[in-house]
């Protein structure tokens, strides 16, 4: 049996009919409105989704683009009358459907056109999984350099992914790689630069007085990782920390996952400058709070709600290196 197919239609007798006669040589599922459709895709990964044209309250072209954002990796085929057939050709050329079929269509062509569907999923999470390879051996060659080269500048971006991970986890942010991702690589700079890990670690507030090296540094990152393959987003994180913050309201999904993510290093980053100098949590965060324009409030508010529950405490032993980039490695493989 195949990967799962979902055919789409608001009248239940054609997508009964397609489920009868296909059912034996593939996994049909059936939806009989577009808000159906939406709720399954939502819950589970169809490897193809052939829907109609003409259906109440959303067309089949806005189905179909809007499943390409919920599951980019299912194959969309759209079904249209010969009157349709201009707007079938634009959602062709506007690439929200793989292919489509004119009504009615024969028995014969629909199974082909599902063949080559299946055929261009399987190519599609083919790639796929050889570039979340290339990836994962990518993010693991730059930590073990920056392990070998600059161990203090490693134990400084595993403690900043033990508290990203904190704060990513209390906002319930998507695509939480990205941020771990993001607080490991944080320090590649310092490969290159090595005097911005002094500036990181030494009696001047990077934050406030002169960001010059923390800039420069982060800049050193974002030209090392933004060409390579799904570490853009990540490497735009790292280049923006030192940016002050902004509304998230009204961004699109990327550019809110940048600013979102920046902020989160940022906060990061200047805790655990407080409390690398010997101050309790507590102390921490009440200093930043007197700063608290600096940062975002959405982040700076997730932070305080994780000092509650540390009871405010210094909780060292918590905050001391720990291998951890297999755990980061094991995150970007899910």
Known sequence: M???????????????????????????EIAAS?????????????????????????????????IKDLSPDTVRILLTGQADLESAIDAVNEGSIFRFLRKPCPQGVLTKTID??????????????????????????LVDILRAIQPMAFGRSSR???????????????????????????QIGTLVAPEVLERYVGDDDLLGNDTGRGDAGAKVAHRLLERVPRLRTVAQMIDRQHQDPQSLVGLLAEDYTVVLGAQVLRVAGE??????????????????????????????????????????GTSVEQYLFQPIAQEVLRSLRS
């Open 2 to 28: 195949t990967e799962p197919i979902l055919f789409v239609d608001d009248d239940i007798n054609v997508v009964s009919a397609f489920q009868r006669n296909l059912h034996k040589s593939y996994s049909i």
């Open 116 to 141: 080559a569907g299946l055929a261009q999923h399987r190519l599609q999470v083919a790639e796929r999984d050889v570039l979340q390879e290339t990836l994962v051996g990518t993010v693991a060659v």
């Open 271 to 312: 805790f655990d400058r407080l409390v690398g100098s010997n101050i309790s949590f507590r102390e921490a965060l009440a200093d930043m709070q007197r700063s608290g324009v600096r940062y975002q409030p959405e982040v700076l508010a997730a932070l305080q709600r994780l000092v509650q529950e540390a009871g405010g």
């Open 34 to 66: 577009a808000a159906d459709a939406i709720a399954a895709v939502s819950d589970e990964s169809y490897a193809v989704v052939v829907s109609d044209l003409q259906m109440p309250g959303m067309s089949g072209i806005e189905l179909l683009t809007r």
């Open 160 to 186: 900043l992914r033990w508290c990203v991970r904190k704060l990513a986890l209390e906002l319930r942010v998507r695509d939480l790689w990205q941020f771990e991702a993001a607080a490991m690589l944080s």
